[in-house]
């Protein structure tokens, strides 16, 4: 375990179908991170929140919502999804932004991921 | 555009033989350089970290390298076992917060067979 955990870690669901992703972390980290994972691509951002303010929203379609009620808590809500966004959706954390002035030691800690497939 | 590249894409070796990984990056400004471990199932676990300053690093079986003039680092793993196989991530983020600050290579799949 490396402390965040995500849930659901395997969910299916139709296009049609509302569902959310769950990410918790009791690091005592500030920031959280969504990413996603498709086959044979880099790892792409989706949203960043730093103290519980969403600091980066890297283009991400509206079907996609995040949420960070506490600095310990990140849910991804999920609606109208498409086949193409079936993939491993990632959470991170890291005690500072990550990529930042003091990144050396703002490493990223990440969940074992959730697979999600959209039929 | 902030770009890292690894080679090969996928790799299969036997177990105990050594295999180097290899990152080329064009981000600019450069703050770091972390190699990440992704186990089947799992998320990325970080290896090491490189900062402009250093050349080579080990931990255990892994040694990375850091050419900050060629921008390219690499990966040696040395008496490869079977729990090396998954992918390695290659990592290199910026100094400020502007935009993306982290730049994700594709990842190398290695294989380590008995």
């Known amino acids: 375990e490396t402390g965040v955990t995500q849930t659901p870690r395997h969910l299916v669901m139709g296009m049609t179908n509302k569902k959310s992703l769950k990410c918790e972390q009791h690091?005592?980290?500030?920031?959280m991170y969504w990413y996603k994972q498709s086959a044979k691509k880099p790892l792409e951002l989706m949203f960043v929140?730093?103290?519980?303010?969403?600091?980066e929203n890297n283009s991400v379609p509206s079907r996609f919502s995040p949420e960070c009620p506490n600095s310990s808590h990140l849910f991804l809500h999920l609606h109208t999804l498409q086949p193409e966004d079936s993939a491993l959706y990632l959470c991170?954390?890291?005690?500072?932004?990550?990529?930042?002035?003091?990144?050396?030691?703002?490493?990223?800690?990440f969940g074992a991921g959730s697979r999600l497939t959209v039929l | 555009k902030n770009q890292v590249e690894q080679s090969p894409q996928s790799l299969i070796i036997l177990e105990g033989k050594n295999c180097t990984l290899q990152?080329?990056?064009?981000?600019?400004?450069?703050?770091?350089l972390r190699w990440y471990k992704q186990d089947t199932g799992r998320g990325p676990v970080s290896l090491t970290i490189?900062?402009?300053?250093?050349n080579t690093k080990s931990n255990r079986r892994y040694t990375a390298t850091l050419d900050a003039d060629t921008k390219q680092s690499s990966l040696h793993i040395t008496a490869s076992q079977l729990s090396d196989s998954a992918s390695y991530i290659c990592?290199?983020?910026?100094?400020?917060?502007?935009?993306?600050?982290?730049?994700f290579g594709g990842g190398t799949r290695l294989m380590v067979k008995p």
């Open positions: 990152c080329n990056y064009t981000v600019s400004p450069f703050s770091n």
């Open positions: 690091l005592g980290h500030n920031a």
């Open positions: 490189m900062t402009f300053s250093e």
């Open positions: 990592v290199v983020s910026a100094p400020q917060n502007a935009g993306n600050m982290l730049t």
């Open positions: 929140y730093s103290l519980e303010e969403r600091v």
């Open positions: 991170a954390s890291s005690g500072g932004l990550a990529g930042g002035p003091s990144s050396g030691a703002n490493v990223l800690t």
